[in-house]
């Protein structure tokens, strides 16, 4: 199964842009990328999905690298409310388990 | 609002007793699952089911058991809890399809073993 590499932690400036970087070079052509996130006490909420093309949403974008091996979650002004620890992910190809990694745990400054 | 609910946030047992972890989703989805998360290891699939009475097999499925007798409930049961089965679990559902990549998860059921 094709595994996901992230920072485990990251740091931003509130009202600040945030790239979180994700490593998946051995991923298949038909794994879709997927972004979650977990807030302290609660259990994760998807942010975005994609599968080759670069993907926007009203919650973040995803950038997509042209030979899929890597992907970018951009958050383009950071709250305080969007600390969390962020889960990149692949779909494996039964479409119904999700390879989940250890995620980026974002923290963002007043 | 969408919702999946796990019946307990919090639960103390001891060695030996059984436990029933309950998840109910008002979204119709075909799709439920139960993970157990722990620092360290991230979260790892215990069991899922893609329809009533089907279930399968996810990485960690040893000393569980589960049932899905309804569309929208899905149990994980813990025959004999014992103390590694401490964590958090958390229980998710999604609609099949690959058009519809999102997992809703309720906000997991910590369970501590004594």
């Known amino acids: 199964d094709a595994k996901t590499t992230q920072p485990n932690s990251m740091e931003s400036n509130e009202e600040e842009p945030v790239h979180l970087p994700c490593n998946h070079s051995?991923?298949?052509?038909?794994?879709?990328i997927h972004w979650y996130r977990q807030l302290p006490s609660q259990g994760p909420e998807y942010v975005i999905h994609?599968?080759?093309?670069?993907v926007n949403n009203r919650m973040a974008s995803l950038a997509i690298a042209e030979d899929r091996k890597s992907s970018t979650l951009i958050l383009h002004r950071a709250t305080l409310r969007d600390a969390a620890v962020y889960y990149c992910?692949?779909?494996?190809?039964?479409?119904?388990?999700?390879?989940w990694g250890l995620g980026t745990s974002l923290a963002v400054n007043p | 609002d969408v919702k999946v609910t796990q019946s307990s946030r919090y639960l103390v047992k001891r060695t030996g007793e059984k436990v029933f972890l309950e998840c109910v989703q008002d979204?119709?989805?075909?799709?439920m699952f139960w993970y157990r998360q722990d620092p360290g290891l991230g979260l790892r699939l215990i069991y899922f089911?893609?329809?009533?009475?089907?279930?399968e097999k996810g990485d960690i499925p040893e000393g569980y058991s589960v049932s899905r007798e309804k569309k929208e409930r899905f149990s994980l049961i813990l025959e004999s809890a014992s103390t590694n089965q401490t964590s958090m679990y958390l229980c998710?559902?999604?609609?099949?399809?690959?058009?519809?990549?999102?997992?809703?998860f309720g906000e997991g059921s910590r369970l501590t073993v004594l």
């Open positions: 998710a559902s999604r609609r099949t399809g690959w058009s519809t990549g999102e997992l809703f």
């Open positions: 979204m119709d989805h075909e799709n």
């Open positions: 089911s893609y329809d009533v009475k089907m279930k």
């Open positions: 051995t991923i298949s052509g038909t794994d879709y």
């Open positions: 994609g599968l080759t093309s670069n």
């Open positions: 992910i692949l779909r494996a190809g039964n479409n119904r388990k999700l390879i």
